[in-house]
C-alpha cells in the first residue's frame, strides 16, 4: 500500500557530500514524520534524522552540523543533505515514513529498501 524509494547514495571520499532522497507513494492519507535510519555491517540500525509534518527536526549528536534533514510534504519527499563525509558514516541509509493510509486506520511505521553510502578515507 505504501511504497518507499530511496536514491542519491554512492561514493564519496572523505569531506565530500552527498544527497539522499526517498519519495513516498501509493495510499497516503497522511503522513506523519518522516526520518533516516543507517545501519553499518555489523551493528543495530540508528537514527539519524527525523523531521514531523511541520518541519521540526532531531539529529543524532554524531552527525548534528554535518546533516540536514528536509521534505517537500507536495512531493511527498524527504531528503538528507550530508556534508563533510567521514569514513564512519559507511552505512545502509534507510527512509522511514510513519503513514496513515485511510481515515479510519492507524499511523504505522513504513520503510524503504535502503541505499548504499560508502565514504573512503
Known amino acids: 500500500q505504501v511504497q518507499l524509494v530511496e536514491s542519491g547514495g554512492g561514493l564519496v571520499q572523505a569531506g565530500g557530500s552527498l544527497r539522499l532522497s526517498c519519495a513516498a507513494s501509493?495510499?497516503?492519507?497522511?503522513?506523519?514524520?518522516m526520518a533516516w535510519y543507517r545501519q553499518a555491517p555489523g551493528k543495530q540500525r540508528e537514527l539519524v534524522a527525523d523531521?514531523?509534518?511541520?518541519?521540526?527536526?532531531m539529529y543524532s549528536e554524531s552527525v548534528k552540523g554535518r546533516f540536514t534533514i528536509s521534505r517537500d510534504n507536495a512531493k511527498n519527499t524527504v531528503y538528507l543533505q550530508m556534508n563533510s563525509l567521514k569514513p564512519q558514516d559507511t552505512a545502509t541509509y534507510y527512509c522511514n515514513a510513519n503513514v496513515k493510509v485511510s481515515y479510519y486506520s492507524i499511523f504505522r511505521d513504513y520503510w524503504g529498501q535502503g541505499t548504499q553510502v560508502t565514504v573512503s578515507s
Open positions: 501509493g495510499s497516503l492519507f497522511s503522513i506523519n514524520a
Open positions: 523531521i514531523t509534518n511541520i518541519g521540526s527536526t
